[in-house]
């Protein structure tokens, strides 16, 4: 056994804590202040916080011993690639995941001469950008839904104003528009899909 096995004096090994203290602070601020808050989706808070906090010990340690760091970025990229190209992630969702990675290979960097406080203002940046957006899609995104629809009389174009008050009060939404996706003229209903703001 090495000399060194018990000795956590190393300052490498306490760098490596700090850091990590400092990626768990900013991955929790994206992860549960921005991501949760907007989407309010838990299911995938666990992997954002062990694929963020997987990430930030593995380009940790790979950089302690030498490796390259773009090595360690390439591995990593391909761990994600492969694992997350067969799951059906939206866009956002995708985002949020390569985000978490993001922060938390910045934050592992043993960056010699570069001052801390210009990590933490990286991941601020970030962050901010990451609420600024979400405020932005959320003023102006849609929610979509299909609903099968009786009146046929109303899909006429010359009765467009009619439709959307009436699909307004009959889902309590204020519906924006409304797009025809299928007519059965058998059955005497058609498949509508429906716009709203959230």
């Given at each position: 056994?090495p000399d060194?096995?018990f000795?956590?004096?190393n300052p ?6 700090i850091?990590f ?6 991955l ?5 202040v921005?991501?949760f808050r907007y989407?309010?989706?838990e ?5 954002f916080?062990?694929v ?9 340690m790979?950089?302690?011993v ?5 090595m ?7 761990f994600a690639?492969l694992r997350f190209?067969t799951?059906?992630?939206s866009l956002k969702?995708?985002s949020?995941?390569?985000?978490s990675i993001?922060i938390?290979?910045i934050?592992s ?5 570069f001052?801390?406080?210009?990590v ?5 940046i970030i ?12 003023k102006?995104?849609t929610v ?5 629809y009786?009146?046929?009389?109303l899909?006429?174009?010359a ?16 519906i924006i528009?409304?797009?025809i ?11 509508l899909?429906?716009s709203?703001?959230?």
């Amino acid at each position: 056994m090495p000399d060194n096995f018990f000795n956590l004096n190393n300052p490498d090994f306490w760098g490596i804590l700090i850091r990590f203290f400092i990626n768990l602070i900013f991955l929790s601020l994206l992860i549960l202040v921005v991501y949760f808050r907007y989407s309010k989706k838990e299911k995938f808070v666990f992997t954002f916080y062990l694929v963020g906090i997987t990430v930030f010990f593995i380009s940790s340690m790979l950089k302690s011993v030498f490796i390259e760091f773009g090595m360690a970025v390439g591995l990593i990229a391909i761990f994600a690639i492969l694992r997350f190209r067969t799951r059906n992630f939206s866009l956002k969702d995708m985002s949020y995941i390569f985000t978490s990675i993001a922060i938390s290979m910045i934050n592992s960097l043993k960056l010699v001469g570069f001052p801390l406080l210009g990590v933490v203002i990286f991941n601020i940046i970030i962050i901010a950008t990451a609420v600024v957006l979400e405020e932005f899609t959320r003023k102006f995104s849609t929610v979509t839904h299909s609903i099968v629809y009786e009146d046929l009389e109303l899909l006429k174009t010359a009765k467009k104003q009619k439709l959307l008050k009436e699909i307004s009060a009959l889902t309590g939404r204020n519906i924006i528009k409304v797009k025809i996706r299928r007519v059965n003229y058998k059955d005497k209903t058609a498949l509508l899909d429906i716009s709203y703001k959230e």
